[in-house]
Each structure stands twice: as C-alpha cells, then as structure tokens.
C-alpha cells in the first residue's frame, strides 16, 4: 500500500498495487505517444533531418571544420583545416535508405520528446515523495533536459565532426576507396549522440548517488587520477586520430564534468553532515 497526498489538501489516501500500475501504465503511454508524435514530424522533415543535420558534418562547410581552419590559420597549424568529404555515401540494400530515415526519425523523436517524458515521469513519482525531497528536487527535468541536451550538441559539433574525418578518411591503401554504407554512417553518428546525452548526466547521477550514500566527495577525489586517465582513454577511443589536439578537446569537457560532479557531491555531502534542526 503507498500513500499519495491530493494536490491542495492535507488529506492522504492510500493507493493500492494495481491502481499505481495503472498510473504507471498511463504515464508510459502518454510518453511513448509523444516520442511517437514528435518522430512522425521528424520523418515529414526528410530534407531538414538529413541535409541539413546528419549529413551536414561530411561537408567542409560544417561550421566545426570552419571554426577549425580559423583556429589553425591564427596558430599556424594548416592540420586544423581538413575536408572531410574524402568518402562517398552509399546504399547496398534495398530498405536502406528507409531504415534510416525511420531510425533517424525515431532519434529525433526522442530527443524532442525527453523533457515531457521526464516530467511523466516526475509526475509519477511526485506523490511519493517528501515534502523535503520534493523541494530539493525542484528543477531536476531541467537540469537533466538541459544536461542531456548539452551532450547531443557536444557529440554533434565536435565528437561526430572529429570521428567522421578521420575514420572516414582513413585509408590503409591508397587503391583502396573509402565507400561508407549509410546504415553504418547513421547508427555511427546516432549512437555517439545517445551514448553523449547518457554520459553528461554524470553530475545527476553523482548528486543522487552521493544522497543514498554510495559515493562521498573523499571517494572521488581519491580516485580523481583514475578518472582523468580513464577520460583520456575514452577520448582517444571517440577520436582516434592521433591528433593530441583532438583528443583534449573532447577530454578537457569530460574531465570538467568530473570536476563539477565532485563539487556536487562534496555540497551534497556537507549538507547531510549539518545537524538536524
């Protein structure tokens, strides 16, 4: 049996299993029509969704290898200016190019569709809840939005650009040409941006560990070493080009996310050490 408190009234009544499953249920369905909504508007959007957005880092005019070839012009590093379209697209089945579209759409979709998803979620969970903890957890689908958000865009304006010129370029002989399936360019691009959006709510994931206990900003800090060479490893797996300046600038974001999270959690902590009034 749980509790839940009506909105505007001291009264609590106490639902049963089967009516919180049902709750559950509706708030499932109400997500998934939005993900569902927010997709089919994606697929209407063909030439935008592939023109304009995925296919958009394959060409040298991607503000990325722009920014880049400014940045190696002021520092005289020609490396920093590269074309990325070294590589041709191609579809070797017959749904192909319409698995992608639907795949790509589906991505969109629920990246659109996340913060009214989360907030389904804290619907849900809102009556179970403290009054305490439902004031420190103000905010919390925006933060997660926003962090998710903020990932997508770091995975597209920097991870994907970088991964695409030089995987996509490189060559272990030169009679040999590079023909890039469009299913393996899409799921590439796509599963970096999901992985990113995932690996940015560190912070969250930290302050809600540090809560329950299981991490302590001593912890962290202890193992601050083993985080930065871990970042580093993950930022040369994201982009392997042997380019060192690629690599920090994928690492320098991830390790500050570390260093944010280890300042949530050490104001996290201090706050539970505070003596009760």
């Known amino acids: 049996m749980w509790g839940k408190r009506f909105p505007g009234t001291d009264e609590e009544t106490e639902m049963t299993f089967w009516e919180h499953l049902d709750q559950l249920r509706g708030t499932l369905w109400r997500s998934l029509i939005a993900i569902l909504v927010t997709s089919i508007v994606a697929f209407m959007f063909k030439e935008v969704l592939f023109d304009d957005i995925i296919l958009a880092p394959k060409s040298k005019s991607f503000i990325t290898y722009r920014l880049l070839c400014k940045l190696g012009e002021s520092f005289s590093m020609p490396s920093l200016c590269v074309d990325p379209s070294s590589f041709n697209l191609i579809n070797i089945s017959l749904a192909g190019q319409f698995m992608s579209h639907m795949n790509i759409s589906l991505v969109a979709g629920l990246i659109i569709a996340l913060p ?13 809840l403290t009054e305490n903890e439902v004031r420190s957890s103000r ?10 958000i903020l990932g997508v865009l770091f995975s597209y304006f920097i991870v994907a650009p970088l991964m695409i010129n030089f995987l996509g370029g490189y060559v272990v002989s030169a009679s040999v040409a590079n023909q890039i399936a469009l299913n393996s360019y899409v799921s590439s691009i796509t599963l970096m941006t999901l992985l990113m959006g995932l690996l940015f709510e560190l912070p969250v994931l930290v302050l809600f560990l540090t809560k329950i206990g299981i991490v302590t900003p001593k912890l962290l800090k202890k193992y601050r070493k083993h985080a930065l060479v871990i970042i580093l490893i993950l930022a040369g797996v994201i982009t392997p080009s042997p380019d060192i ?26 706050k539970k050490q505070e003596p009760a009034d």
């Open 139 to 148: 905010g919390a689908v925006t933060i997660i939005s926003i962090l998710f």
């Open 116 to 128: 009214y998803v989360l907030w389904e979620l804290w619907r849900f969970v809102k009556p179970g």
């Open 245 to 270: 300046f690629s690599q920090l600038v994928v690492a320098i974001p991830l390790y500050a996310l570390f260093e944010i999270s280890v300042a949530i959690s050490s104001r996290i902590y201090a």
